[in-house]
Protein backbone atom coordinates (compact mmCIF):
# COMPACT_ATOMS: atom_id res chain seq x y z
CA UNK A 1 0.00 0.00 0.00
CA UNK A 2 1.76 3.39 -1.27
CA UNK A 3 1.02 6.51 1.60
CA UNK A 4 0.49 9.56 0.57
CA UNK A 5 4.09 11.35 0.68
CA UNK A 6 5.42 8.47 -1.62
CA UNK A 7 2.33 9.65 -4.05
CA UNK A 8 3.45 13.17 -3.88
CA UNK A 9 7.09 12.45 -4.44
CA UNK A 10 5.95 10.91 -7.61
CA UNK A 11 4.29 13.63 -9.24
CA UNK A 12 6.16 15.71 -10.91
CA UNK A 13 6.85 19.16 -9.41
CA UNK A 14 5.73 21.07 -12.20
CA UNK A 15 2.17 19.56 -12.60
CA UNK A 16 1.91 20.57 -8.65
CA UNK A 17 3.51 23.96 -9.33
CA UNK A 18 1.28 24.48 -12.15
CA UNK A 19 -1.51 23.61 -10.43
CA UNK A 20 -0.90 25.86 -7.29
CA UNK A 21 -0.49 28.93 -9.79
CA UNK A 22 -3.58 28.60 -11.60
CA UNK A 23 -5.03 28.21 -8.08
CA UNK A 24 -3.85 31.58 -6.76
CA UNK A 25 -4.59 32.89 -10.30
CA UNK A 26 -7.94 31.98 -9.98
CA UNK A 27 -9.05 33.17 -6.51
CA UNK A 28 -6.77 36.50 -6.97
CA UNK A 29 -9.49 36.93 -10.54
CA UNK A 30 -12.40 35.99 -8.58
CA UNK A 31 -11.39 38.47 -5.97
CA UNK A 32 -10.46 41.21 -8.61
CA UNK A 33 -14.00 40.40 -10.57
CA UNK A 34 -16.13 40.88 -7.13
CA UNK A 35 -14.03 44.66 -6.39
CA UNK A 36 -15.12 45.01 -9.99
CA UNK A 37 -18.85 44.48 -9.22
CA UNK A 38 -19.21 45.75 -5.99
CA UNK A 39 -17.42 49.59 -7.20
CA UNK A 40 -19.72 48.84 -10.85
CA UNK A 41 -22.67 48.84 -8.82
CA UNK A 42 -21.63 51.20 -5.46
CA UNK A 43 -20.20 53.89 -7.66
CA UNK A 44 -23.63 54.32 -9.82
CA UNK A 45 -25.73 53.65 -6.36
CA UNK A 46 -24.12 56.41 -4.37
CA UNK A 47 -25.46 59.16 -6.84
CA UNK A 48 -28.42 57.14 -7.51
CA UNK A 49 -29.83 57.12 -4.11
CA UNK A 50 -28.30 60.87 -3.34
CA UNK A 51 -30.05 63.77 -4.63
CA UNK A 52 -27.44 65.87 -3.60
CA UNK A 53 -24.82 64.36 -4.85
CA UNK A 54 -26.65 63.93 -7.95
CA UNK A 55 -27.73 67.49 -8.20
CA UNK A 56 -23.77 68.61 -7.95
CA UNK A 57 -22.76 66.37 -10.50
CA UNK A 58 -25.44 68.16 -13.05
CA UNK A 59 -24.52 71.30 -11.89
CA UNK A 60 -20.64 70.71 -12.59
CA UNK A 61 -21.53 69.22 -15.78
CA UNK A 62 -20.16 65.93 -14.64
CA UNK A 63 -22.69 63.42 -14.43
CA UNK A 64 -23.04 62.10 -18.42
CA UNK A 65 -19.38 61.82 -17.83
CA UNK A 66 -19.41 59.89 -14.20
CA UNK A 67 -22.48 57.53 -15.71
CA UNK A 68 -20.75 57.10 -19.00
CA UNK A 69 -17.54 56.27 -17.16
CA UNK A 70 -19.53 53.51 -14.97
CA UNK A 71 -21.40 51.88 -17.60
CA UNK A 72 -17.75 51.62 -19.73
CA UNK A 73 -16.06 49.39 -17.09
CA UNK A 74 -19.11 47.33 -16.59
CA UNK A 75 -19.83 46.92 -19.99
CA UNK A 76 -16.15 45.88 -20.35
CA UNK A 77 -16.33 42.79 -17.61
CA UNK A 78 -19.95 41.78 -18.55
CA UNK A 79 -18.07 41.15 -22.31
CA UNK A 80 -15.21 39.49 -20.74
CA UNK A 81 -17.22 37.25 -18.85
CA UNK A 82 -19.39 36.69 -21.82
CA UNK A 83 -16.34 36.00 -24.14
CA UNK A 84 -15.05 34.03 -21.29
CA UNK A 85 -18.59 31.93 -20.89
CA UNK A 86 -18.25 31.05 -24.92
CA UNK A 87 -14.97 29.96 -25.34
CA UNK A 88 -15.25 27.59 -22.40
CA UNK A 89 -18.34 26.16 -23.50
CA UNK A 90 -16.69 25.40 -26.65
CA UNK A 91 -13.97 24.08 -24.96
CA UNK A 92 -15.96 21.78 -22.47
CA UNK A 93 -18.08 20.61 -25.66
CA UNK A 94 -14.87 19.41 -27.19
CA UNK A 95 -14.30 16.96 -24.52
CA UNK A 96 -17.60 15.33 -24.48
CA UNK A 97 -18.84 15.30 -27.76
CA UNK A 98 -16.35 13.77 -31.00
CA UNK A 99 -17.45 15.79 -33.50
CA UNK A 100 -16.38 19.19 -31.52
CA UNK A 101 -13.21 18.03 -30.44
CA UNK A 102 -10.59 19.37 -32.85
CA UNK A 103 -13.26 21.61 -34.80
CA UNK A 104 -12.40 25.38 -35.69
CA UNK A 105 -14.74 26.52 -33.11
CA UNK A 106 -13.16 24.36 -30.65
CA UNK A 107 -9.51 25.26 -31.57
CA UNK A 108 -10.61 28.91 -31.71
CA UNK A 109 -12.30 28.48 -28.18
CA UNK A 110 -8.79 26.88 -26.38
CA UNK A 111 -6.93 29.50 -28.33
CA UNK A 112 -8.93 32.38 -26.98
CA UNK A 113 -9.11 31.27 -23.27
CA UNK A 114 -5.19 30.79 -23.41
CA UNK A 115 -4.90 34.80 -24.54
CA UNK A 116 -4.14 36.68 -21.04
CA UNK A 117 -3.69 39.94 -22.66
CA UNK A 118 -7.74 39.98 -22.85
CA UNK A 119 -8.17 40.18 -19.61
CA UNK A 120 -5.93 42.04 -18.79
CA UNK A 121 -6.95 44.43 -21.51
CA UNK A 122 -10.76 44.54 -19.98
CA UNK A 123 -9.67 44.79 -16.13
CA UNK A 124 -7.35 47.99 -17.16
CA UNK A 125 -9.86 49.76 -19.56
CA UNK A 126 -12.08 48.78 -15.96
CA UNK A 127 -9.65 50.24 -13.68
CA UNK A 128 -9.22 53.06 -15.81
CA UNK A 129 -13.15 53.80 -16.32
CA UNK A 130 -13.86 53.43 -12.89
CA UNK A 131 -10.80 55.39 -11.38
CA UNK A 132 -11.86 58.22 -14.01
CA UNK A 133 -15.33 58.42 -12.38
CA UNK A 134 -14.21 58.78 -9.14
CA UNK A 135 -11.60 60.99 -9.83
CA UNK A 136 -14.86 63.03 -11.08
CA UNK A 137 -16.59 62.42 -8.15
CA UNK A 138 -13.88 63.06 -5.89
CA UNK A 139 -13.23 66.76 -8.24
CA UNK A 140 -16.81 67.48 -7.72
CA UNK A 141 -16.92 66.76 -3.72
CA UNK A 142 -13.35 69.12 -3.75
CA UNK A 143 -15.53 71.71 -5.39
CA UNK A 144 -18.60 71.79 -3.58
CA UNK A 145 -16.28 72.19 -0.26
Known sequence: MTDNKEKEAAKPVEEDDASDAFS???EY???????????????PALFLV????????????QLRWVVALFLTGATAQVFGALLNKIAN??????????????????????????????????DVITILSFGGAAWLLMTVFAKAT
Open 24 to 26: AYA
Open 89 to 122: WYVYVGTIDPKMKGSRRQRFADWLISQFWIDITI
Open 50 to 61: NDKLAEKLVTAS
Open 29 to 43: NKVLRTWFVAFGIGG
